[in-house]
């Protein structure tokens, strides 16, 4: 009898995802056969992926050796449950996003379907046997599969030139940081030239050798997860990439990184120093405040949402952060908490920015206009995108009772204990990153209010916007799945903890389980009642029941009388969709309070202009501070060395045959 | 000349002069048909040599090693610089970036500092041909000296093959051979090398009507 291990099952799922996208190849322009038939396959695929992690949740690794590799140096296999956890987060996601995108793909949209079929798929079961690895060099083959497909799907429409230079850009950093992960795995190996991850943890790390590990670790992941400064890459591939692919990378290949963080420095590393993690803490927060300030201020609606998403990785590198604090003082209970905030947020954020860049996929095909400026209105024709990006605008706005606020809180929780600290300085410097937290999280309330409210709701800012048609049933089956999960993990908090605990009991030795636990499954006390509980369905009830119940009156009171009429507009002549709040002028007072941060072009019409415009164009200050001059020093390098190449091919053997007498003569025995 | 010394290794020795004054010959020849002949004179000698070796030494493989370099480097390749000779109406005069007495002085140079580099690693070999290794050595860097020189494209790949043949003599002084495998997997390096570079040499004819490798100057950036 043949029994199917759970890590087979996952192997199977990545091998099947490969066949797929293989298949694809063969009607490459058969948009009916790649669209209808091979992504709700890929999707199903995703599906069983994600039940295989659910079921084995809890239980103890399995390994698999593959047969292939280099010689001596096969491919190493390993389920645990930290990589259970992002199996689920990508198998459920995929489930969504690949549904989607069977009805997404149009005809003439940059390359074949069929050969973005096999890019997705190759993406997918990349990220699959990242997460699986249990070797370095299998770790880092994965790793590169993962960044090259998906620059190709970045570059997909690779006809724009800023499409263009956005991929190169993203394939530049990911390689960046590829150096620097392969590096703190050659630092972690310690000269022993076991590249198993078994061979790591089996090594005894000084110090400094370890603290080099993670920062390396922490350099190289943060370039694909976009932690400061490495996050250049993010709001030019997000928005380049058709919007499936931005809702995989943003919500499922960010938390690879992520996921890489964790393993490394709670598990091959050694034990953290408590300073890891006030690193990890101050570049998150700076991560986090940067990218909700620019997400605030611009108005193209994925580049948006690239920089909320990159304030979520700000997010989750500080609750990484205060974790590894409170994990090197032995305050495991506390570290539990804030690693469960980690984990949740991971499932959360995934989940619910991929459901936001769908709907802004939705939008962008129903009125191939992606700038703010240009939309409104929409939730009159496209009432299911609409409702669907509402559910995904709470949660990423942290409000209850959806999944943004749950691991929001439990991180402010965890913030809460921090007093307990035996270290005088963190003590005083960690309540002021709280205070810093909260200020990200009501800014990201702002910045989806505009999100929301500029595209979905008021008057139409364009006739052409009239035409606009509702999401397709795929694609509304695909923002249902997601929303569902949205609401799942927002109103069963107690529940996913209870899922997600055996990852946190592998890293740290205890768990959150047992306290919410000892409650009714409805209620939420991550470490006491008495010190704070949280009923998400008593919140969800009350504000259903208080809608329903308002709806209720006025139905009754004004029966009969209600009339639609347009606002009443204080007395103005002028009125139009011209007259609406403008996303500039939403985020005004964003860019006059926080203007330091900020590079801005402005132009002021005068009174003499025949035709007056204002613009603003805000800019990255990172591209100026660190990008432009060290893009200038490697020119001017360059053009030194430039100077070796001469043309003519006598001289450039002459070079080699210098070279060669010189090494004879220097490494004579 | 010692006098107790085998007669084996006094004849690998007298063949490995024979190579080493061949390479001269090549870097002072002025006419191309010639120079093919010399290399393919060159490769005769090596396969005469590697024969003796293993006749002396009893390794079997590098019979088969002798009969790949007379039947490649002896026979094949010639004719196929030949054909290319030919066929490309090559001007039969060979022009040199240095004068050809300046060259052989440089060359004389190059033995001297081969067979400096030799000397430490020849006492460490318990093989009989251990003193041809500077001489292997010279020629390889005296091949490289007739690349860099030339300014036609053939020469270069005469040059190119000639250094095969200086490795080929480094190996089988040195260690009697390098494994069959790697042996096969460099002949076929040579031939494929060598057909692609004739292909080469038809596309820079048409594109510059001429050989000479200073046409391939305006290739590079800016």
């Known amino acids: ?669 | 000349m010692n006098a107790d010394m085998p007669l084996s290794a006094q004849l690998i020795n007298l063949f490995a002069s024979v190579i080493l004054l061949l390479a001269f010959a090549m870097l002072a020849q002025r006419r191309v048909l010639t120079l093919i002949n010399l290399f393919a004179l060159q490769g005769l000698t090596l396969c005469l040599s590697t024969l003796v070796v293993a006749f002396t030494t009893g390794q079997a493989h590098l019979y088969w090693s002798a009969a790949l370099t007379l039947l490649l480097k002896a026979l094949l390749l010639p004719w196929i610089l030949h054909q290319l000779v030919r066929k490309l109406n090559v001007k039969s005069e060979i022009e040199a970036l240095i004068n050809i007495p300046a060259t052989m002085l440089v060359g004389i140079v190059l033995v001297m500092v081969a067979f400096n580099v030799a000397l430490p690693i020849s006492e460490l070999s318990q093989t009989i041909t251990r003193g041809t290794l500077g001489i292997a050595l010279a020629v390889v860097l005296l091949a490289f000296l007739m690349m860099i020189t030339r300014q036609k494209a053939i020469t270069q790949v005469v040059g190119f093959l000639s250094m095969e043949n200086g490795l080929f003599l480094a190996a089988t002084s040195a260690t009697y051979g390098m494994p069959m495998v790697v042996e096969l997997g460099i002949a076929l390096d040579v031939l494929i090398g060598a057909i692609i570079l004739g292909v080469f040499f038809f596309q820079i004819r048409e594109q510059f009507d001429s050989l000479d490798i200073r046409h391939l100057e305006k290739l590079k950036e800016r």
């Open chain 1, 1 to 669: 009898m043949l029994t199917l291990l759970p890590i087979d099952v996952l192997l199977i799922s990545a091998c099947t995802w490969l066949a797929i996208g293989v298949t694809g190849l063969a009607a490459p322009h058969n948009l009916r056969f790649v669209g209808k038939f091979l992504f709700p396959l890929g999707a199903l695929v995703g599906l069983l992926a994600g039940l295989t992690a659910l079921e084995f949740l809890g239980a103890s690794p399995e390994v698999a050796v593959l047969a292939i590799g280099l010689p001596n140096l096969p491919f190493h296999l390993r389920l645990d449950n930290l990589t259970a956890v992002f199996v689920l987060l990508l198998g459920f996601t995929t489930v969504g996003i690949s549904i989607f995108a069977a009805g997404y793909f149009r005809k003439g949209e940059g390359t074949a379907p069929g050969l973005q079929c096999l890019q997705y798929h190759f993406f997918l079961a990349s990220m699959l046997l990242v997460l699986l690895a249990d070797d370095a060099y299998a770790f880092m083959v994965a790793w590169e599969g993962m960044a090259l497909s998906s620059f190709f799907l970045v570059t997909a429409d690779h006809r724009h030139a800023e499409i263009r230079r956005a991929g190169y850009l993203y394939l530049l950093i990911a390689h960046v940081g590829a150096i620097a992960i392969l590096l703190s795995f050659g630092v972690m190996t310690s000269g022993s030239g076991d590249y198993t991850f078994d061979g790591m943890r089996a090594q005894a790390h000084t110090p400094f050798w370890a603290s080099l590990a993670y920062l390396l670790a922490l350099a190289g992941f943060g370039a694909k997860a976009g932690l400061l400064p490495l996050h250049v890459w993010l709001p030019e591939a997000h928005p380049a990439a058709p919007s499936p692919v931005s809702a995989m990378m943003s919500g499922v290949m960010l938390k690879t990184a992520i996921y890489g963080l964790l393993r490394v420095s709670f598990d091959l590393a050694g034990a953290p120093q408590w300073w890891w993690g006030v690193v990890a803490m101050g570049i998150g927060l700076a991560t986090a405040v940067f990218g909700v300030l620019y997400s605030a201020v611009q108005s193209d609606m994925k580049r948006l949402l690239a920089y909320s998403s990159i304030e979520n990785i700000g997010l989750l590198a500080v609750g990484l952060g205060l974790t590894l604090i409170f994990h090197s003082y032995g305050m495991e209970i506390l570290a539990a908490l804030t690693l469960t905030a980690v984990f949740y947020h991971c499932l959360a954020h995934a989940v619910f920015k991929s459901l936001l860049f769908l709907c802004t996929g939705s939008v962008l095909h129903a009125t191939r206009e992606r700038s703010l400026g240009k939309l409104g209105g929409l939730i009159h024709r496209m009432p299911w995108v609409a409702w669907l990006a509402l559910v995904g605008v709470i949660a990423s706005a942290g409000l209850p009772p959806l999944s943004g606020f749950v691991s929001e809180w439990l991180l402010l929780q965890g913030f809460l204990f921090s007093p307990g600290l035996p270290h005088p300085w963190l003590n005083m410097v960690v309540p002021v990153a709280a205070a810093v937290v909260a200020l990200v999280a009501a800014l990201a309330g702002f910045a989806m209010v505009k999100f929301f409210g500029i595209v979905f709701l008021g008057q139409m800012r364009e006739p052409a916007l009239k035409d606009a048609r509702d999401a397709g049933p795929w694609e509304r089956v695909g923002l249902v799945w997601l929303a569902g999960l949205t609401l799942l993990l927002g109103v069963l908090p107690s529940t996913v903890i209870g899922l997600i605990d055996a990852a946190t009991r592998q890293l740290l030795g205890t768990g959150l389980a047992d306290k919410v636990d000892a409650h009714s499954w409805w209620m939420l006390a991550p470490i006491s009642p008495a010190r704070a509980s949280y009923e998400p369905l008593i919140f969800l009830a009350t504000i259903v029941a208080a809608a329903l119940i308002g709806r209720a009156l006025v139905r009754r009171l004004y029966h009969g009388r209600m009339r639609r009429t347009p606002a009443w507009d204080c007395g103005y002549i002028f009125r139009g969709p011209r007259a609406q709040d403008t996303a500039e002028g939403f985020s005004q007072p964003i860019r006059r309070i926080f203007e330091p941060m900020f590079r801005m072009e402005r132009h002021f019409p005068t009174s003499r202009d025949a035709q007056p415009y204002y613009s603003v164009k805000v800019g990255d200050r990172f591209w100026y501070w660190l990008y432009l001059p060290l893009v200038r020093l490697v020119n001017g390098v360059s053009t030194l060395i430039t100077g070796l190449q001469g043309g003519r091919i006598a001289i450039y053997l002459l070079y080699s045959f210098l070279t060669l007498i010189v090494l004879l003569l220097v490494a004579r025995p």
